[in-house]
């Protein structure tokens, strides 16, 4: 199958400044030399505690951010293009063709528009169509994302938080894209609605043959979704493997702390919770070698010395660890 996005060492750091006044601009380094590709028709899950640069990568990838370095290549209609390098206005008519659903849509809806003119919007920035049929395709598209023409005169804060990210998602779709980021798109939502609009997603995908970069940090949640799931840590990825191999194997202790951690319905179920020590490193300074060795149980001197690459440990599978070949680790809990 062929790879619709090809990220090859993609940095991004930001200049920020310290509190204090006398101190010089430094950077922060929130992804750094991650490279992954996206194959069409697929969801790629991308997970990480908050703060380790996923939601930074996202956004790189569709270029709401430039990239410090490193090369984005897409292939939305076969020929290859680097979108690392463009200018808002050769980006322009490739943003027909990637999209992102943001985590909360309570603030990514502007609330002066209603649901018709939100969806709408899109159409009229890239100029396609008639009013009329685009309005038709409006209509079409909320009733598919669960909605109808009965909802196109409210505003969003008249709808519950479920159905405003149904409009968000609606807004995504309305250009027909190929790549769709969605970054954490149901981790503001009640439990049994998070269900529903994975269910939805999955619905979607088949419909509009959608590839997906799904962002959480709920690996119970990209378990649903996932053809494959991307680990990252501190602005690396650190473990990249198709899903049932990953939760068969994890071969990164970072991926068997985080897999501790989803919870099992089953009150009688005894789970080896790893509890990690301290925070996510801070990225302006972050450890010497391996950024986890600070927080890793299983932690040797050279670990702390050299950083580990990301290799391949199994068909398909990577992971940077310099134990990844030695350790047995747990895998997640079978759920009944």
């Given at each position: 199958m062929t790879e619709l996005l090809s990220v090859r060492n993609l940095s991004m750091?930001?200049?920020?400044?310290?509190?204090?006044?006398w101190?010089?601009?430094?950077?922060?380094?929130?992804?750094?030399n991650v490279s992954l590709g996206i194959e069409a028709g697929e969801t790629l899950g991308l997970v990480g505690e908050s703060g380790c640069g996923k939601t930074t990568l996202g956004r790189t990838i569709v270029r709401l951010y430039r990239p410090t370095s490193g090369e984005i290549l897409f292939r939305p209609a076969g020929a290859e293009v680097d979108l690392a390098g463009l200018s808002r206005a050769e980006l322009k008519p490739l943003r027909r063709q990637m999209q992102i659903i943001y985590q909360d849509p309570q603030s990514s809806l502007n609330p002066r528009m209603t649901v018709g003119d939100l969806v709408e919007e899109p159409l009229k920035v890239h100029g396609l169509g008639a009013p009329g049929a685009r309005r038709e395709r409006v209509v079409a598209l909320l009733e598919a994302v669960g909605l109808g023409a009965g909802h196109l005169k409210r505003y969003p804060h008249e709808f519950s938080g479920g159905q405003r990210q149904r409009v968000a998602i609606a807004r995504a779709l309305i250009l027909q894209p190929r790549l769709v980021v969605a970054d954490e798109p149901v981790s503001a939502l009640d439990v049994s609605i998070q269900a529903q609009v994975l269910n939805l997603l999955e619905d979607l995908q088949k419909q509009f043959s959608l590839t997906y970069l799904f962002i959480a940090h709920n690996l119970g949640v990209v378990k649903h979704i996932s053809t494959r799931i991307a680990v990252m840590y501190l602005g690396r990825i650190v473990e990249l493997a198709p899903t049932d191999e990953l939760f068969r194997r994890p071969r990164h202790p970072y991926t068997e702390a985080l897999m501790s951690a989803i919870p099992v319905p089953d009150p009688d179920a005894r789970i080896d919770r790893i509890i990690l020590q301290g925070d996510i490193p801070n990225p302006i300074r972050p450890p010497s070698g391996c950024a986890f060795h600070p927080r890793c149980r299983y932690a040797q001197p050279l670990c702390a010395r050299v950083a580990p690459a990301l290799a391949p440990v199994g068909a398909g599978h990577s992971a940077a660890c310099h134990l990844a070949e030695q350790l047995t680790l747990n895998p997640t809990p079978e759920a009944p």
């Amino acid at each position: 199958m062929t790879e619709l996005l090809s990220v090859r060492n993609l940095s991004m750091q930001f200049t920020v400044v310290p509190p204090f006044l006398w101190r010089r601009k430094v950077s922060l380094r929130a992804v750094e030399n991650v490279s992954l590709g996206i194959e069409a028709g697929e969801t790629l899950g991308l997970v990480g505690e908050s703060g380790c640069g996923k939601t930074t990568l996202g956004r790189t990838i569709v270029r709401l951010y430039r990239p410090t370095s490193g090369e984005i290549l897409f292939r939305p209609a076969g020929a290859e293009v680097d979108l690392a390098g463009l200018s808002r206005a050769e980006l322009k008519p490739l943003r027909r063709q990637m999209q992102i659903i943001y985590q909360d849509p309570q603030s990514s809806l502007n609330p002066r528009m209603t649901v018709g003119d939100l969806v709408e919007e899109p159409l009229k920035v890239h100029g396609l169509g008639a009013p009329g049929a685009r309005r038709e395709r409006v209509v079409a598209l909320l009733e598919a994302v669960g909605l109808g023409a009965g909802h196109l005169k409210r505003y969003p804060h008249e709808f519950s938080g479920g159905q405003r990210q149904r409009v968000a998602i609606a807004r995504a779709l309305i250009l027909q894209p190929r790549l769709v980021v969605a970054d954490e798109p149901v981790s503001a939502l009640d439990v049994s609605i998070q269900a529903q609009v994975l269910n939805l997603l999955e619905d979607l995908q088949k419909q509009f043959s959608l590839t997906y970069l799904f962002i959480a940090h709920n690996l119970g949640v990209v378990k649903h979704i996932s053809t494959r799931i991307a680990v990252m840590y501190l602005g690396r990825i650190v473990e990249l493997a198709p899903t049932d191999e990953l939760f068969r194997r994890p071969r990164h202790p970072y991926t068997e702390a985080l897999m501790s951690a989803i919870p099992v319905p089953d009150p009688d179920a005894r789970i080896d919770r790893i509890i990690l020590q301290g925070d996510i490193p801070n990225p302006i300074r972050p450890p010497s070698g391996c950024a986890f060795h600070p927080r890793c149980r299983y932690a040797q001197p050279l670990c702390a010395r050299v950083a580990p690459a990301l290799a391949p440990v199994g068909a398909g599978h990577s992971a940077a660890c310099h134990l990844a070949e030695q350790l047995t680790l747990n895998p997640t809990p079978e759920a009944p």
